[in-house]
């Protein structure tokens, strides 16, 4: 079996602003049909015996397109054969839970969700237009419905310390998701933050082989770059460090969860970022 690339939508219309796919694509977005989707579905699965689609659209937009492609997809009996990933915002998901069940039964079993901070002037000072309680909508939702609920969180703005870092972990042990993804604030080029960053002389690394969002290439207001970087480490150890998490995740009855944590475990990921402080 494979795993192939389906593209079904390009461009974002939202302002994050640490987003350099915002900026690429100047806040535009064009789609394909639901019925166009669900037709290269079928044809990736007959012609190359496809069993997992990353659909790679920057934000999957629920709706009235979303919801003719999961009745195309059921209506064509590709479900139980085809299993498929996408990205979406919270607020998303949030307000669309009745389409999470139709979804599910058209192959979705994996939602990657940006939650970032469950702190509200934090997500406003990202430009994200999402709430915490969305967050936490989302992702009863998705587990309700046996869908591999991941979300992304952030660290290291300008206003990060010790004890807000500590918040976070907090709130995203409390949040739950299936798998949690910590990364430090990058500025990339061509995003709001990068001008921000150069405008007040941020940034002090300048190699571009660590802008990949595990390397710390600004400090904050309290912490340096080396704090910044020990505490995605510690973001990790809280979360993954727990026996009874890493046990239910090996042995989840959810497909993806129980690869992901075996996966991880094979290849001692903590130990891997503990060796970039």
């Not at 994050?16 to 915002?22: A, E, L, V």
């Not at 977005?29 to 989707?37: C, L, N, T």
């Not at 990736?44 to 790679?56: C, Q």
């Not at 990058?186 to 002389?201: D, H, Q, V």
Request: glycine share 8%.
């Amino acid at each position: 079996k494979r795993s192939l690339i389906l593209e079904g939508r390009r461009g974002c219309s939202h302002g994050c602003t640490f987003c350099s796919q915002c900026s690429f694509w100047e806040n535009r977005w064009r789609a394909k049909s639901g019925r166009r989707i669900a037709e290269e579905m079928e044809y990736y699965l007959d012609r190359f015996d496809a069993e997992f689609l990353w659909l790679t659209d920057d934000n999957f937009a629920f709706g009235p397109r979303a919801d003719g492609m999961f009745k195309e997809i059921n209506a064509r009996g590709l479900g139980d054969d085809l299993y498929w990933f996408v990205q979406a915002r919270v607020d998303d998901v949030a307000r669309n839970r009745e389409s999470i069940s139709e979804m599910r039964r058209a192959g979705n079993q994996w939602i990657l969700m940006g939650i970032e901070s469950g702190d509200p002037e934090t997500l406003s000072r990202y430009g994200k237009g999402t709430t915490p309680d969305q967050a936490q909508q989302a992702v009863r939702a998705l587990k309700e419905n046996d869908v591999f609920a991941q979300g992304t969180f952030i660290i290291g703005n300008r206003g990060d310390n010790q004890g807000s870092i500590e918040g976070l972990r907090r709130y995203v042990e409390v949040l739950d998701p299936d798998l949690a993804i910590f990364m430090i604030l990058t500025p990339f080029p061509g995003t709001e933050l990068y001008e921000e960053a150069i405008r007040n002389g941020w940034i002090e690394d300048w190699n571009w082989a660590h802008y990949d969002m595990i390397h710390a290439v600004m400090p904050t207001e309290a912490l340096s770059t080396a704090e910044v970087q020990e505490e995605l480490y510690k973001c990790y150890r809280s979360f993954y460090g727990k026996l009874s998490r890493r046990i239910g995740g090996v042995f989840s009855s959810n497909r993806f969860k129980r690869r992901t944590y075996r996966y991880m475990a094979s290849q001692s990921i903590i130990m891997q970022l503990r060796d970039l402080i």
